[in-house]
Each structure stands twice: as structure tokens, then as C-alpha cells.
């Protein structure tokens, strides 16, 4: 991670717990995702997509400051201006985006790396399969289609994840349509749901420090329909508390607890302090 970055990341969490003073979510003020712009993905991007208002309406909401950040492509100059990226392998509902390119899976995997998140919502419908293994290849995630068209349900395997226990309350099964299904997790990926009938795995993550000493979160769900509005066929209003405990599980900064909550402040005012002075010898 670059010395600017990692300043930028310390002040972002010094300022972040010190705003949660006055509000229940604070930690996560002036928290910024990046999602790739009209150009790479149109009716289904969450920024700005015509399906995806009740997700992108319960982001904003419920995140103080909250913004998005657009880009065609994943570059390193990108994502260091972003608290977490959120990429999506659907276009329109019939295609996929433009698969990942070399590069732009380098950015990303040295992205997290370096201790930013991502949500990777790889979406295996035959159509955009493609991209949705552009995008977990990075990770050493393989994705295949299901083969499935029917409503299915994928159950927590640890209901008391944050994920699905976390701040904003206690989420149900995953009601998915059409999804992908994992066929290797890789070396750095655990299962959070599987399918009920199956019990192929179709969300997983990464915890922090498993790529490497202070790498970032990474979630991968293998269905879009779960963020897609309701009065478009979608599950957005069923799993609103899942996407809402995701973000905040991916934000720049946990949020704290009343016990440790002051220490914390002052330690990451300290730790700007420091690594400024750093800076200027």
C-alpha cells in the first residue's frame, strides 16, 4: 500500500470513529464506493442502474456521507480514492460486462492486498458467466452456472456472522434466482451460505489478514437478484438487512464499541500524527 494511501486510510478511521459520537453509524461518514460507470455497466449498476434503486436508496439512507465513486476501469488510481469497490458482472440482464482484463485484475487483488474491501457480486447466469469468473479469478475462485432457473434459498452455514447478524439486525435465508455456484473457494475463501438443495456454496468471503498481513474483507455472491428492485422481479426489499449488514462489514471502519470507543480515537489521531512527522523527516 502507498504511504498516501495509508494515510488517507488512518485519517479516514481517526475521523470516522470520532464522528460516531454523535451518530449510530458515523464510523462510516464520508464512506465512498467505487462501481464502474454507464460505460461498462448500464441498467444493472448500482451508482446509477434503473433496477438497483431500492439497494442504492438503502446505501445512501443509511450511511452518513455515503458516495459513489465511478470509473470504466479498475485502476490503482481509482481504487485508491475509494473505501470499498463493488463490482458486478452484469450489464442488462441478458449480458455481462466486459470481463476483467489482466490488469484490472491485478489492481484489484493488490487493491485488497493493501487493505481495502470489496463486494463482488459475480453473477453466474450462463450470460454473464464470463465476467463473473473475471472477477473471483483474482482470488482463486472458480463460478459455474447452477443450471437452476427456479427460486432458490441459500442458508447461512454460521447464521452469527456479521453478515447476517450484525448492526442493522438479524438477516433471513438468501432467496436467489438463476445463481452461480462455486466450484473451488481457492486458498483464501471460506463459505458463508449454501444452497438448500445442493449445498453448493454460493456466498463466501475473505476475512481480513487472510491474503496477507493487513489485507482488507472481500464478499462474493454468485446472484445479482438479491440487490435487484422487487417491482423488478429482484429480492432488495427481502435482503435489505443482509446488504446493509455487508456494507457496514466492509466499511473503512468497524463499528466500535462504547468500552473501547475513546481509546480508539486517540489512537488513530496519534497514529496521523505520527506517521505526518514520519513523513516530513
Same mark, same amino acid.
Given at each position: 500500500?502507498?504511504?498516501?494511501?495509508?494515510?488517507?486510510?488512518?485519517?479516514? #478511521?481517526? #475521523?470516522?470513529?470520532?464522528?460516531?459520537?454523535?451518530?449510530? %453509524? *458515523?464510523? %462510516?461518514?464520508?464512506?465512498?464506493?467505487?462501481?464502474?460507470?454507464?460505460?461498462?455497466?448500464?441498467?444493472?449498476?448500482?451508482?446509477?442502474?434503473?433496477?438497483?434503486?431500492?439497494?442504492?436508496? #438503502?446505501?445512501?439512507?443509511?450511511?452518513? *456521507? =455515503?458516495?459513489?465513486?465511478?470509473?470504466?476501469?479498475?485502476?490503482?488510481?481509482?481504487?485508491?480514492?475509494?473505501?470499498?469497490?463493488?463490482?458486478?458482472?452484469?450489464?442488462?440482464?441478458?449480458?455481462?460486462?466486459?470481463?476483467?482484463?489482466?490488469?484490472?485484475?491485478? #489492481?484489484?487483488?493488490?487493491?485488497?492486498?493493501?487493505? *481495502?474491501?470489496?463486494?463482488?457480486?459475480?453473477?453466474?447466469?450462463? /450470460? %454473464?458467466?464470463? =465476467?463473473?469468473?473475471?472477477?473471483?479469478?483474482?482470488?482463486?475462485?472458480?463460478?459455474?452456472?447452477?443450471?437452476?432457473?427456479?427460486?432458490?434459498?441459500?442458508? /447461512?452455514?454460521?447464521?452469527? %456472522?456479521?453478515?447476517?447478524?450484525?448492526?442493522?439486525?438479524?438477516?433471513?435465508?438468501?432467496?436467489?434466482?438463476?445463481?452461480?455456484?462455486?466450484?473451488?473457494?481457492?486458498?483464501?475463501?471460506?463459505?458463508?451460505?449454501?444452497?438448500?438443495?445442493?449445498?453448493?456454496?454460493?456466498?463466501?468471503?475473505?476475512?481480513?489478514?487472510?491474503?496477507? /498481513?493487513?489485507?482488507?474483507?472481500?464478499?462474493?455472491?454468485?446472484?445479482?437478484?438479491?440487490?435487484?428492485?422487487?417491482?423488478?422481479?429482484?429480492?432488495?426489499?427481502?435482503?435489505?438487512?443482509?446488504?446493509?449488514?455487508?456494507?457496514?462489514?466492509?466499511?473503512?471502519?468497524?463499528?466500535?464499541?462504547?468500552?473501547?470507543?475513546?481509546?480508539?480515537?486517540?489512537?488513530?489521531?496519534?497514529?496521523?500524527?505520527?506517521?505526518?512527522?514520519?513523513?516530513?523527516?
Amino acid at each position: 500500500m502507498s504511504e498516501s494511501l495509508a494515510i488517507r486510510r488512518t485519517a479516514i #478511521a481517526a #475521523a470516522g470513529v470520532l464522528v460516531w459520537l454523535g451518530s449510530a %453509524h *458515523g464510523a %462510516h461518514a464520508g464512506y465512498v464506493m467505487g462501481v464502474f460507470d454507464t460505460s461498462r455497466a448500464s441498467t444493472t449498476n448500482i451508482a446509477s442502474g434503473t433496477v438497483n434503486e431500492e439497494a442504492r436508496q #438503502a446505501f445512501l439512507t443509511n450511511f452518513a *456521507g =455515503a458516495a459513489y465513486a465511478t470509473s470504466p476501469t479498475l485502476t490503482p488510481e481509482f481504487l485508491n480514492g475509494v473505501d470499498m469497490v463493488a463490482v458486478c458482472s452484469t450489464d442488462t440482464e441478458d449480458a455481462g460486462i466486459s470481463p476483467l482484463s489482466a490488469s484490472e485484475q491485478t #489492481a484489484l487483488f493488490e487493491f485488497v492486498q493493501g487493505g *481495502g474491501t470489496a463486494f463482488l457480486i459475480a453473477e453466474g447466469f450462463t /450470460p %454473464h458467466l464470463a =465476467a463473473a469468473q473475471s472477477i473471483v479469478a483474482p482470488f482463486g475462485v472458480t463460478i459455474e452456472d447452477d443450471g437452476m432457473s427456479d427460486i432458490l434459498v441459500a442458508a /447461512p452455514t454460521n447464521p452469527a %456472522h456479521p453478515i447476517f447478524d450484525g448492526p442493522f439486525g438479524v438477516a433471513p435465508p438468501i432467496p436467489i434466482l438463476g445463481t452461480g455456484i462455486f466450484t473451488d473457494l481457492g486458498p483464501y475463501a471460506t463459505p458463508l451460505a449454501r444452497l438448500q438443495i445442493g449445498r453448493q456454496p454460493a456466498l463466501a468471503v475473505i476475512e481480513a489478514g487472510v491474503i496477507a /498481513p493487513g489485507s482488507g474483507r472481500v464478499v462474493i455472491i454468485g446472484d445479482g437478484s438479491p440487490f435487484v428492485d422487487t417491482a423488478d422481479g429482484g429480492f432488495s426489499r427481502y435482503t435489505e438487512t443482509m446488504l446493509l449488514n455487508t456494507l457496514a462489514y466492509l466499511a473503512p471502519v468497524p463499528e466500535p464499541s462504547g468500552r473501547v470507543l475513546g481509546g480508539m480515537a486517540v489512537a488513530g489521531l496519534v497514529a496521523v500524527v505520527r506517521t505526518r512527522r514520519c513523513r516530513r523527516v
